[in-house]
């Protein structure tokens, strides 16, 4: 059975430019979190999509964007790159809204 | 809004050392209070969920405890491949299941 998958695991791009990453939930879950990871810091939740909707956002700004296709993959854009976005960036899924999450390994984006 | 405060930062131990880690907690209704493992680029690995006050779980060398402000992870005759960071998390009634986490607790295991 396979888990919360992630690509890539690494990038690298420089400022202004735009990201997307992706994520395939784990097997029988509907629901898709996104969280940002700083180094040396705890992760922060940026959105959450179910049913192909947002359905909670964290503090981030609009400049995050995100997707949920009718297979329950998901992904996350980020456009304008700052240096400050540069993080781990976690996908997580679970079998509802309310369930117990399940992280990828993450995508690593680096910004210069 | 909900916060979570882990200490110490960071904890260096001697195999066979047995300590605590600490997670700090404030939230609008708790629904559930969740440990994680990371190890260095990885994401977190699931430990424990705690529901309420009183609750323990435990595996392995590992058991988390709950009260009304704050949890204890504790580790009994640490290995050094217990070395990782752990996370702390709180999930509020009111907010799906968005995880507020804390800045984690690095810990070291020498032999």
């Known amino acids: 059975d396979a888990g919360v998958t992630q690509s890539p695991t690494h990038l690298i791009k420089t400022r202004g430019q735009q990201v997307t990453l992706r994520c395939s939930p784990k097997?029988?879950?509907?629901?898709v979190s996104w969280y940002q990871q700083a180094l040396g810091q705890g992760p922060q939740f940026i959105f959450q999509?179910?049913?192909?909707?947002?359905?909670q956002r964290g503090n981030f700004p609009d400049r995050f964007s995100g997707h949920q296709f009718p297979n329950y993959s998901s992904e996350l854009n980020v456009n304008a790159l700052l240096l400050g976005d540069s993080a781990l960036y976690l996908c997580?899924?679970?079998?509802?809204?309310?369930?117990?999450?399940?992280f990828g390994e993450g995508s690593r984006l680096t910004v210069l | 809004e909900d916060q979570v405060t882990q200490s110490p930062e960071a904890l260096r131990l001697q195999e066979g050392e047995s300590s605590s880690l600490n997670c700090s907690y404030t939230?609008?209704?708790?629904?559930?209070l969740f440990w994680y493992r990371q190890d260095p680029g990885k994401g977190p690995e699931f430990l424990f969920t705690?529901?309420?006050a009183g609750e323990e779980k435990e595996k392995e060398r590992l058991k988390a405890t709950l009260t009304k402000k704050e949890s204890f992870l504790h580790i009994t005759a640490p290995k050094p491949e217990d070395s990782a960071t752990y996370l702390c998390?709180?999930?509020?009634?009111?907010?799906?299941?968005?995880?507020?986490f804390g800045g984690g607790t690095r810990l070291m295991v020498k032999p």
């Open positions: 997580a899924s679970s079998p509802r809204p309310t369930g117990e999450l399940f």
């Open positions: 097997s029988g879950h509907d629901t």
């Open positions: 998390a709180v999930q509020a009634n009111n907010a799906g299941n968005m995880l507020t």
């Open positions: 705690l529901y309420s």
């Open positions: 939230v609008s209704g708790l629904r559930g």
């Open positions: 999509y179910y049913e192909e909707e947002e359905r």
